[in-house]
């Protein structure tokens, strides 16, 4: 059977320049976030199969790749349906993880504990422009603290880190769950159908508010449904519907602190795919990707699953690929870079010309420069393009007379 060159669909080859890339990045986020207190941890991008299918991440549920049980466990003439072949799963996000990783060394954490997280993540999804199956995440959290202080203190970090990489104009759209749940009730639905409605606004973007009237129309009576549409009204006023929430507090103290270049955009339309989600939400939306580039919000109840103690949190998401593939369609290159030096020499160079090029190459690297030596070939013109693409700037032919 021949061997396939292609990656499974939905996951990418990353080449070196996209690499070089994708490295500064992380350490300008890396460091950005440090300056605000995040301290790095890490966690296994395998999870058991029950807390990934707890009921808490929305629709992600049914996008986990699932993993056999193994050896003796695997017993696939018992199996009565799926759930008895698989034990483990690849994370769908990091929040979740989190979570367990939080209840299991709270008692070895400051509190409140503000971590930082950067790895990949897995969801069978539909590949599309900036969304694949494997894909790199960046979170900050903030775990231990209830007050609307750790959510001014993401918005602020995260949006110093994009600055930081030169985005500007965009903005942080913010709702609250709370004030979700309160618009809904006052309409007359019922709690339990919170979800469904929700899921069904969430939508708004992809199909309009037409779209989301004749969703809604589909599973439950039009006087409700229009009562629930009528608060959405552009002449609704949006201090009334804060009223009682934290979020003219949030907005006030970033706007009055923020040094990036972005606006701070109450949106009541605003639910956020996960089930976990308990107060206020936000999500980065930028015109030149036309959606949105991360997000994130408070979910007060998932550690207490693991705990059966409350334990507040909130965290915020950098959609990583969106924001490098943003970059590289500006031809982004990344500053500051290594001068780069080639060596091209010789074949069958003598042994003591040899050393004197490795000795070169030392010195050039003690003076701060990136250098390669490579034996010279034949279609030397094509080699020298090459390398002049990588970033080589300067070229050195070695010839063994």
Known sequence: MAMIKKPVTGMKDILPAEMAVRTYVTEVIRKTYAEFGFSSIETPVVEHIENLLSKQGGENEKLIFKILKRGEKLRLDAAESEDDLADSGLRYDLTLPLSRYYANHMSELPSPFKALQIGPVFRADRPQRGRFRQFTQCDIDILGDPSYISEIELILATTTALSRLDFKNFTIRINDRKILKNMAKKAGFAETDNEKVFIILDKMDKIGWDGVRKELLENFPEETVDAYLAQFAENEDPAALMEGSDL?????????????????????????????????????????????????????????????????????????????????????????????????????????????????????????RAVLISVMKKNKKFQKDQLQAEGYTEIREIFAR
Not at 259 to 265: G, Q, W
Not at 281 to 286: K, L, Q, T
Not at 314 to 334: A, D, H, N, P
Not at 335 to 363: M, N, Q, R, S
């Open 248 to 368: 003219p507090t949030i907005i006030a103290a970033v706007d009055a602190v923020r040094t990036a270049d972005f606006k701070v955009k109450f949106d009541p339309t605003l639910v956020r795919g996960m089930g976990y989600y308990t107060g206020p939400i936000f999500e980065i939306a930028m015109d030149e990707f036309g959606g949105s580039v991360g997000g994130g919000g408070r979910y007060d109840e998932m550690i207490g699953k693991f705990t059966g103690q409350p334990t507040p949190a909130v965290g915020f998401s950098i959609g990583f690929e969106r924001i490098i593939m943003l970059l590289l369609e500006r031809g982004f290159k990344v500053p500051d870079a290594k001068e780069k030096v080639a060596f091209l020499i010789e074949k069958k160079i003598p042994g003591e010309k040899l050393t004197e090029v490795f000795k070169a190459a030392e010195e050039e690297r003690k003076a701060g």
